[in-house]
């Protein structure tokens, strides 16, 4: 292998091209934070399309005369203009542009634009260690921290699972939060968790409505514009890149290791709570129903019996990427492989990614066709059900009795007398309980998802003003899944369970942009497109299920009971036309214009078409008036934009649906025939700054953004003849700031210093719901602990559940049995999980060929309730349960002893009870009190630190190798500071509005740690 | 300017093309559902709603029957008692969120259906389909109106309203007579007609099978009001039993299932959350009652107690931390036809009335002198009877002993008091009499909790053992629940409507559990 690529990199040196010249200027062109050369720099003469890149040495030579200026070009770097003197050579540091100022960002359909002329907030995010610091689960987590006004949860379902991402707020009361994806100029359908971060050039985030326009409705929540990478125009280059990174995981669960089962202070082997006497060391009679299994056990702590469920995840990825071309072609090939293991045993993925990109000029750059193909497999076993689930292993795993010993409750199974083989299991058949090692090895599920992104592009130039694009693309992605779960599973169809899912969805885009550049005068310039967009979304499953099997634990189709199936379907479509333009003054001032008119199949057919649009103006003060010494630059922008939206489909007809057995069953909701679109209103404000000659810069924005007319489900009394009501209306508020502080402190040819802080505060605000409607209850996945409600005048967010009943002096009610007084519903306000603020702090140092980074993320504020808390709070593991058993607990005394507990007599408590009654009076499972187990959220963690080594290129410049480059990585390494139990990041199920906030037995918080090793030739 | 021009051009042929939006309107209906006017111009879809009126007012999905009856009229009624400790109903507590999902599965399943069918069948002029509706709403509302008390009945489906309102149950009960006597005209008219055939669950749409239903629904009711209207309760009594009810077992009415559409119970038996209760061991091994077997299964442990038998109950209102303790072992679980198929269950029909039950009910009436066609001992002897054949026990003369039986209930377990001292064999005074019918009458009905707490709360019968706890300080551990409070998404929705009911004259007291219905005035 090694012997092919080097005679391949012999190849290119032969092949390399002599260029005739006037003048040849030759130079080297290095990264100038760490002195190694850059490949592919592009090198243009100023005004001519002669132009060139630099090789794998970062060496360009291109004729040119004096006087000419040469533009040197690298994305995430300055671009650099040397005039060419009396030298021949011409060596460039290329510096990092941590404020991107001059950058020429990728904005709405892939149109690059300097970013100064921009009249909205975006972002660029720091990509350079995407490929080393990688995420473990959805490649969005990478964003994590870096970027101002974006709060992004993971998935608590393992090594898989995609992310809830959310810009400025959420705003959406019956649809989607979250932003949504452009991958090179193009919507996906689904998300970016399978993407390789190997193949990403670029990143940026448009927060606003603003800025995303153009995209079309589904951009009202923001975008995020990822780019990937091409190929070059000149050189080859093959790089290979390895990382190694060992997850584990850290339970904060604050148990107690002095009671074991049992009830009332008596061993019980058959108990799932921890109630029982102290440990004393004694023999106790073995759990197991198992005839064979009868020795006696020591009555004992296991203390590391919940951490013993746990293993160290390891995760392989490996990938290749090939950059060759021409003038004419350009060719990227990218092969990533990954090989994830969970903390859990047997949670697995494994990850194929496959991309080719082609871009061609022909016909003298008159026409430009380009191409691109993402072929993802994804394997993935034992993805972790959430939240209760009984399948969830993490549910009975944190629900171990203290002193189950891990080496016994890791033989799962045994065989009865009656030869069946049945769960190894201390309460055999209890409600929603399981051995978690049983879960592990007899719940299991495989999945394997092919997806398929890509797009075919031509754009004709007609001449230098005027040019044509059109372009169609495809996100297409199919997933089969099996269930099994085997015989003697709780809840499940005898003789086990087998159920398939065959999902498919498609997102097929299709445009023509036509696009004119006019200079009319040296001051003025304008440019206008006018385009238009078709998109199809389809998307359908079908399921089967079982009523059980008839040969045990065998899972095919064939041996179901009964086989029932369910299938769904939905499609829409939606076209659009749209113009914008910008007008540029001086290069100085500039006016954005978009309009745009959708014609959406959900919305009444007679009433189908909605328009919006956006203004935006930018002003670089600093160009147009003269400064004082320490401000190098100062940027002005404003913009305001309306976005429209529809509804999902068949929203508009009231409908029945044919049930298995020969049942018509009517839809609960009656339609609104009548629905208006739905719109957001986005004002925002910003200001650029730097100062001491880019030293330092200072990004602010102001943003005010009002969703109305919202299209929402509204509960009726069903004694209407239905329990829903679709309506129009809300008005959702969010306001806010972001600011982002890049500096660099130091700046030597050794040693460099660069530190960037990201500080947002989002402010929201629901202003109204609908006629006669003061609060919404949101889909909760009916949750028994709280509920999610919109409350007019109230900030989004507010969590509701069972509380403690105070009198008038807000002093809590106390029973006669020393139990609180609980409220019957879920009624009072337990708080609100939205942060008061986020923040990021990123420093990264250099010294020579060393480099090292951090990342600091910082919530403050919020709370999280959790149910895993309650429940084992019920079942006496919890610490706190350690107090009073003996019968001696006094609420508001020595448990919740910050509370004014008073009895009905209105005098202080007093009243003994033993912990057992008090927790399970107030803890566990159906009505839990929410107020007794929420947790303030703020925490404080080391996000990402890459340490990183590059061999210097005196050394390797006699290797065929171009660089290579160590780095260790570690992600989400500590909390800085955490107070609550559990980590608040991770939520049940993402697709949930109302899922912030609420833990339900979520996998442990995880830290990565690894190594990466590059290298290029 | 010539490029310009083409340009405007190709954007108008764009323009055209972009608003080009024929299909739409194809593209935004799904081939998977249908309009409701499909299913108002096909009596076979009418019948298909009808099936799903009949099933989804049973109760027919497991776990809505499970949190409608199995938690409250079930457990209250003392069929079973709960083994799951979070399971807070037995210690009298009307959980919130399982009461919300009880009256929304009727109100948001069920009774869209109901409209639907009746207004159909009353637009396409479907006699007999529209008499059918009306008995089976009716039936319907009465397992309704029997746990809340007053609720949203005349007016449903009236969307011209701003809000449905309430009727007290008093209105509610006389009017259900009404529609009967509508029903039982229409259906005497077109006794030659049959209405939705496999669409009816129970039936198969034959009118005379419906007539005699409704007859023997009507005698159910009437007894219902015995004690706040009894002349009322006589004559809609005497109206049923002459125009002819349910005699034999052919007659029940049961709502039909399948593989996929099944028996409730079936499903629920396997999540191992409920045993037998004290009650029904002292009752049924007092009167060594051929019947436990079929009703429920040896523990798994075998005889726990030392009591002698290995069919275990457990006291209700177990406390949780008692039941920290499982309890499903050493507990009677239910027989195995109530099981799994997989496990030897059958998949059993869900009942509606049958025709032990019309024994019984006829019973009581000629208690009361009322004429019912037979004495109440000839018609208390019949229910028995026909209740052992029902459940398929005994022949004649093992079931004739078992009528002449003195035995009484005895103890669970060795320590306490037998449930009740009343004997098989009919006798003693008059009161004493009530409680033999009601008390046999409960151990017909098994399973349908239902109607065993509705006349539980009516007649007091049976006896029950005390609870070991109560949670709820109105209604005390040897007290009786007298029906639901009103859920709270009635005070989200209907806010106005459930406090006028509260407030005003239809619930006539609090929004309690202890608060009695209109018909429970004994």
Known sequence: MMKKIFMFFVLIIWAYPVLAQDKMVTGVVTDANDGVPLPGVNVLVQGTTNGTQTDFDGNYTISASEGDVLVFSYIGTKTQNITVGTSNTIDVSMSEDASQLDEVVVTALGIKRQKKSLTYATQGVDTKSIDEARPQQDLVNSLQGKVAGLSIQTSGSGVSGSSKVVLRGNRSIAGSSQALYIVDGVPLGGDISNLSPDDIASINVLKGANAAALYGARANNGAILITTKTGTSDVTTIDFSTTLTADTGNIMFNYQNDYGQGSAGIFNSTSTGSWGPRFDGSSVANWSPSPDITQSLPYTSQSNNVNDFMQTGINIANNISIRTGNEKVRTFFGYTNENREGIVAGNELARHNVTLKIDNKMYDDKIELSAKVNYIRTETDNILDTGEAFTNPWRHAYRLPRNIRTSDSEVFEYIATDGNVLQNYWKPGDNGGANPYWTLNRNQNESVNDRVIGYASLKYNFNDKLSLMVRTAVDNSTTFREDRDYNDSYIVADNGDYETTNSISIEWNSDFLFSYNEEINDDFNFNINLGGNSRMAENKYIFTDNQGLNAPNIFAISNALTLTAEQDFNKEKVNSLYTFGQVGFKDALFLDLTYRSDWSSTLPFDNNRFDYYSAGLSAVISDMFTMPEPISFLKLRGSYAEVGNDTNPYAIFRTANTVAGGFVQLEASQPNTDLKPERTQSLEFGVDARFFNNRLGLDFTYYKSNSIDQLFPVSVDPAFGFSTRFVNGGDIQNKGIEAILTGTPVQTNDFSWNVSVNFSKNDSEVLRLANNLESLVLETGNSFFRQFELNVGDPWGNMYSRGFVRDDEGRVLVNDDGTPQVTDGKDVLIGNYNPDWLGGISNSFRYKNLSLSFLIDIRQGGVVGSLTNAILASDGALQSTTIGRDGTLVFGDNVFGNLAVVKSDGSTNDIQTDAETFWTAIGGRNAPVGEAFVEDASNIRMREITLGYSLPSTLIDKTPFRNIKLTLVGRNLFFISNNASVDPEVITDPSLASSDGYESFSPPTTRSLGLNLKFGF | ?522
């Open chain 2, 1 to 522: 300017m010539k490029i310009m021009k083409n340009i405007s051009l190709f954007f108008g042929m764009v323009m055209l093309l972009a608003s080009c939006t024929d299909d739409f309107e194809e593209t935004n209906t799904d081939p998977l559902s249908f309009a409701i006017p499909a299913i108002e111009d096909s009596e076979l879809l009418q019948g298909q709603a009808f099936a799903q009126a009949q099933y989804t007012s049973m109760m027919g999905l497991h776990w809505r029957f499970q949190i409608s009856q199995n938690l409250f009229s079930d457990i209250w009624c003392q069929y079973f008692a709960t083994t799951a400790s979070g399971f807070d109903s037995d210690r009298y507590v009307q959980v919130g969120n399982w009461a919300d999902l009880a009256w929304s599965s009727f109100y948001e399943e069920s009774l869209p259906q109901i409209i639907l069918v009746e207004d159909a069948t009353e637009a396409t002029g479907n006699a007999v389909g529209n008499a059918m509706i009306k008995i089976w709403k009716v039936n319907a509302f009465h397992r309704i109106t029997d746990y809340w008390g007053p609720i949203p009945y005349s007016e449903v489906g009236n969307t011209d309203l701003e809000a449905i309102p309430y009727d007290s149950q008093e209105d509610i009960y006389r009017s259900f007579f009404v529609t009967l006597d509508e029903a039982v005209a229409q259906l005497n008219a077109n006794l030659d007609q049959v209405a939705f055939t496999s669409g009816d669950r129970t039936y198969g749409g034959d009118p005379a099978k419906w007539l005699t239903f409704a007859n023997s629904l009507r005698l159910r009711l009437a007894l219902r009001v015995k004690y706040v209207d009894p002349v009322l309760a006589q004559s809609e009594a005497e109206k049923a039993v002459n125009a002819g009810v349910f005699l034999s077992n052919d007659d029940n009415a049961y709502v039909s299932v399948d593989e996929i559409n099944r028996n409730p119970l079936e499903t629920i038996t396997d999540w191992g959350e409920f045993r037998m209760s004290a009650t029904m061991e002292s009752i049924l091994e007092g009167y060594e009652d051929p019947r436990l077997p079929q009703y429920f299964a040896p523990a798994v442990d075998g005889d726990s107690d030392g009591d002698g038998s290995g069919y275990e109950g457990l006291l209700n209102g177990q406390t949780k931390v008692s039941l920290e303790t499982s309890k499903n072992a050493s507990h009677s679980d239910l027989s195995s036809l109530y099981k799994d198929t997989a496990l030897g269950g059958v998949n059993p029909p869900i009942e509606v009335l049958t025709a032990a039950e019309v024994y019984f009910l006829r019973a009581e009436g000629a208690l009361e002198g009322w004429a019912m066609g037979g004495s109440a001992e000839e018609l208390y002897a019949l229910g028995i009877t026909t209740s052992m054949e029902q459940r398929e026990v005994g022949d004649a003369t093992s079931i004739a002993a078992y009528i002449a039986s003195t035995n009484t209930p005895i103890a669970f377990e060795v320590g306490a008091e037998p449930v009740a001292d009343i004997p098989v064999a009919f006798g003693g005074d008059a009161e004493m009499q009530l409680e033999q019918i009601i008390t046999q009458k409960w151990l017909a009905l098994y399973p349908n909790g239902w109607e065993a707490w509705a006349e539980l709360r009516r007649t007091g019968y049976p006896k029950q053992y005390a609870r070991v706890q109560s949670e709820n300080s109105d209604v005390a551990a040897d007290e009786i629940m007298r029906r639901m409070v009103y859920v709270s998404s009635q005070f989200d929705t209907n806010f106005e409507s459930v406090s006028t009911a509260i407030n005003g004259t239809e619930l006539n007291g609090a929004d309690n559990n202890n608060t009695k219905l209109w018909w429970d005035k004994k």
